[in-house]
Antibody, heavy 123, light 107 residues
């Protein structure tokens, strides 16, 4: 069974940093692109970032470009999101989600999703 | 960037009704369109990918159609367990934008 388990969320002050992790199991991790998707409280879904199976290609939403970095560790079957210069508008539930191919483009529909980890940016 | 719009933003229908949700892309995305269902307090779940392919395990009352810029999700006979918010998503090119969602409830 494919499973994704996020961790690393919490309360952080504006301007602070946080690193999210997503532990993957049940599939060949390096064969699939992965993404982070967030959902602010009471709001819709917002795609944040994606990385190819090899880790060689990365993509970001304009809202996080230059502040967030996506990466993956094949040896640990883990996806990461390093979040710097956090703002109040980054407050959200962050999901990791599995793509359907090794490349990002045209395969990034998401199944399954993790349960999410909550990031709150507040002073 | 490709913008995704959905209509209506919410709807209320009776059990057994046929329900249609429309999604429009600001530019052509071929068939690279997915639909998700998110029940209150739950994780999103994919219903349809490639505009019209039903994901395994999804009830056959759900169907999708369209290509290019205009897409439709249809629930042929609304059931109480279909109360949820439905999102479309472009995956033709990054950023992989979601529509704003359509909230469906029972009249």
């Amino acid at each position: 069974e494919v499973q994704l388990m996020e961790s690393g969320g919490g309360l952080v002050q504006p301007g602070g940093s946080l690193r999210l992790s997503c532990a993957a199991s049940g599939f060949t991790f390096s064969s699939y692109a992965m993404s982070w998707v967030r959902q602010a409280p009471g709001k819709g879904l917002e795609w944040v970032s994606a990385i190819s199976g090899s880790g060689g290609s990365t993509y970001y939403a304009d809202s996080v470009k230059g502040r967030f970095t996506i990466s993956r560790d094949k040896s640990k079957n883990t996806l990461y999101l390093q979040m710097n210069s956090l703002r109040a508008e980054d407050t959200a539930l962050y999901y990791c989600a599995k793509g359907q191919g090794i490349v990002v483009m045209t395969t990034s529909w998401f199944d399954p999703w993790g349960q999410g980890t909550l990031v709150t940016v507040s002073s | 960037d490709i913008q995704m719009t959905q209509s209506p933003s919410s709807l209320s229908a009776s059990v057994g009704d046929r329900v249609t949700i429309t999604c429009r892309a600001s530019q052509g995305i071929s068939h690279y369109l997915a639909w998700y269902q998110q029940k209150p307090g739950k994780v999103p779940k994919v219903l349809i990918y490639a505009a019209s392919t039903l994901q395994s395990g999804v009830p056959s009352r759900f169907s999708g159609s369209g290509s290019g810029t205009d897409f439709t999700l249809t629930i042929s006979s609304l059931q109480p367990e279909d109360v949820a918010t439905y999102y479309c998503q472009n995956y033709n090119s990054a950023p992989f934008t979601f529509g704003p969602g359509t909230k469906v409830d029972i009249k």
